[in-house]
């Protein structure tokens, strides 16, 4: 069975760091691209960053490019988003989703497989 799990989110002052983990189980990850998205009630599912399955090329949304960055632990089947210089503006329900095989894009049509998300709260 094919599982995705994030963790890592919580409630955090601006300016703090939060990692967000996204273990997958049924699957091996590295053959898989990885977004990871954020979603806020009323608002599209916003693609934040993504990693491909390849040449683990990356590609990041412009509001988090400086902040944000993704990497792959290929021996824990696991992604990560290390979130740095956190801003109210990034609260939300953070999803990590997969594709297999390809490069990654930050649009959400194009994944197949996704988490249930874990919430971040950027708040004082």
């Known amino acids: 069975q094919v599982q995705l799990v994030e963790s890592g989110g919580g409630l955090v002052q601006p300016g703090g760091s939060l990692r967000l983990s996204c273990a997958a189980s049924g699957f091996t990850l590295n053959y898989y691209a990885i977004g990871w998205f954020r979603q806020v009630p009323g608002k599209e599912r916003e693609g934040v960053s993504c990693i491909s399955s390849s040449d683990g090329s990356t590609d990041y949304a412009d509001s988090v490019k400086g902040r944000f960055t993704i990497s792959r632990a290929n021996a824990k089947n696991t992604v990560y988003l290390q979130m740095n210089s956190l801003k109210p503006e990034d609260t939300a329900v953070y999803y990590c989703?997969?594709?297999?095989?390809?490069?990654?894009?930050?649009?959400?049509?194009?994944?197949?497989?996704w988490g249930q998300g874990t919430q971040v709260t950027v708040s004082s």
């Open positions: 989703a997969a594709v297999m095989f390809r490069q990654c894009v930050l649009s959400a049509l194009e994944y197949d497989y």
